[in-house]
């Protein structure tokens, strides 16, 4: 779901209309159809089904035919939309690359027209771990209409409301510029995230200062839920930044204190990983005084502000706990595969003193390869002579047994020469023998080709 910007260069008035319509009748119809577009945009049919072929040729929407057949919008439409939203109020002149991608975002650099870079965040959530969350979680109350466009727009609308109120409270998180359907512009910070800080002059001070933001957020009434390595940024002059506000739960929240235990010891198994630090005691939520609700303020004014209903309050509370369960889930994965890639660096880093010893190795395993080759062949020749030697006894056997019968009176001769073959090794067991002593020649050649191959293979 990569955003292609060109199309914003050519598209027209009418297709603009033509997606404003099937976004507004998949408010309540899953799938759109012609009829109902054509009344909403008011163009003539043959004008809205020519528009609707060009729409689909760049998958700006697609057609779906369950009861019926009809359209609906995809994410590049509805990035679309909102893109084009921004650029007529000012706010975009350009779109650059994409500087950032997560498993409900993407984010790109883009141009406003005083020539400033900000960052354009687009939510995308349906993808990756929130695939199958509709199928295994029902959050939206039993109801299958609402679709990830939707849920997308409400998440934008959270975080923009979250981000607004903790600007305005002096903390040090990014400038909100304009938020529409599930885009949020916002400003550059000149920094990037821990996860790719490699090494700090002062470890310890920045670990304070991170756990001191998250006090001052639950000062406010709000615990952030999501407070990692991911979403803290570190500048140059080790300055600490927040982002990501999608999952931020009241104090009242009855997983509130869970939450917060989560992110402080998160944060601090990752310094201690990485930059060898840590913080001994974290402060209890319980203990920490609320200065002010933010939380309320915002349920009582920020949505209300961006347009929200109760419904969509409501859905949006129960998108955020379906957020928090995946992210803990998240975060255990993410914890394994640092611990994963620092011991493949302790490797990196032995890899000379491994390659000296194993041509040493080599060498010595070619010695002690030499005498088992010899000790193999004097084994076989000494299977050979068992072989023939077995094979020597029976005629021994029989001249023996010949002559002490001769000397026992009273016998015949037929009852001899019946003693004498019962007493005689069959053919059957004859053979059996000779596999037997040729299933160990075999044996020991096998031995001796693996014994050549792992010399050579460590040559190589």
Known sequence: MKLDATILRYITKDEIRVLTAIEMGM?????????????????????????????????????????????????????????????????????????????????????????????????RLGRISFR???????????????????????????????????????????SPISQNRHAILMSLLPATTLLNVKRMERPQKVLNEAIDIAIRIARLGLVHSDFNQFNILAS????????????????????????????????????????????????KLEDIEIERNLDEEIKASGYVKQGLNKKEIEDLEQLNLVN??????????????????????GLENNEENKENSEESLSEEEEEESKPEEDENKSNEEKESQTIEKEQKEPEETESQTA??????????????????????????????????????????????????????????
Request: aromatic share 8%.
């Open 27 to 123: 408010k309540n119809h899953e799938v759109v159809p012609v009829q109902l577009i054509e009344s909403i945009a008011k163009l003539k049919r043959g004008g809205t089904f020519k528009i609707i072929q060009g729409l689909l040729k760049y998958k700006l929407i697609q057609h779906l035919n369950k009861q019926y057949s009809g359209y609906s919008l995809t994410y590049q439409g509805y990035d679309t939309l909102a893109i084009h939203t921004f650029m007529k109020r000012g706010h975009i002149r350009e779109i650059g690359s994409m500087i950032g991608t997560g498993k409900e975002s993407d984010i790109y650099l883009c141009v406003d027209n005083d020539g400033n870079e900000i960052v354009l965040k687009l939510a």
């Open 132 to 174: 199958q969350v509709k199928n295994k979680r029902d959050y939206l109350n039993g109801r299958s209409r609402h679709n990830w466009l939707y849920l997308s727009r409400l998440g934008a609308i959270k975080e923009f409301t979250f981000m607004e109120a903790l600007h305005g409270a002096g903390l040090p998180v990014p």
């Open 236 to 283: 140059e002059d080790e300055k600490i930044y927040v982002i990501d506000f999608p999952q931020m739960v009241s104090r009242n929240h009855k997983n509130a204190n869970e939450f917060w235990m989560r992110d402080l010891e998160c944060l601090n198994s990752y310094f201690s990983r990485r930059f060898e630090v840590e913080c001994a005691e974290f402060p």
């Open 324 to 345: 928090l369960k995946e992210d803990a889930n998240l975060e255990e994965n993410e914890e394994e595969e640092g611990e994963e890639e620092e011991n493949e660096e």
């Open 403 to 460: 002559v002490k019968e001769e000397n026992k009176p009273g016998e015949t001769e037929i009852e001899k020469e019946a003693e004498r073959s019962e007493k005689l090794p069959t053919q059957d067991q004859i053979k059996y023998k000779i596999k037997k002593q040729l299933s160990k020649q075999n044996k020991v050649k096998l031995h001796q080709n693996k014994v050549k191959g792992a010399i050579s293979m460590k040559e190589f």
